[in-house]
């Protein structure tokens, strides 16, 4: 996973952030954490089947249909929300639909649709080829 070189002191700064918000986490299990342009923290954990990394991981193989290789989607999921633009959103005729993100990755057009809880915990991703 590529991260930037003072990562760790960014990840110790803003799980400080979090409780001092005193938004729930469990420290020890953030996989990976940022903050986005609007200032929220948003942050992924280890998780079980029904949240968070291992949620997403489970997903693994549709990541893999559109170029996206397993070790690759922290990456993918963290780069997306921080980096990435909100163009549509999958399930909207649900009460929690979720925001999809185009980013670029590997020098093409990808799309992510991300639940993301008012905490900022990462909850669920999965690839999406296309728009509707």
Known sequence: MSQEPDYEAQKAELIAELQARGIKHTHENIVRIAKCAD???????????KRGLQHILAKADQFARIGINEDEIVDVVMGGITKGSIVSSQGRDTVNPRPVYQFIHKGEIKYIAVTIGNNGYIVGANPRTKLK
């Open 39 to 49: 200032d929220r923290i948003v942050f992924l954990e280890t998780g079980d089947e």
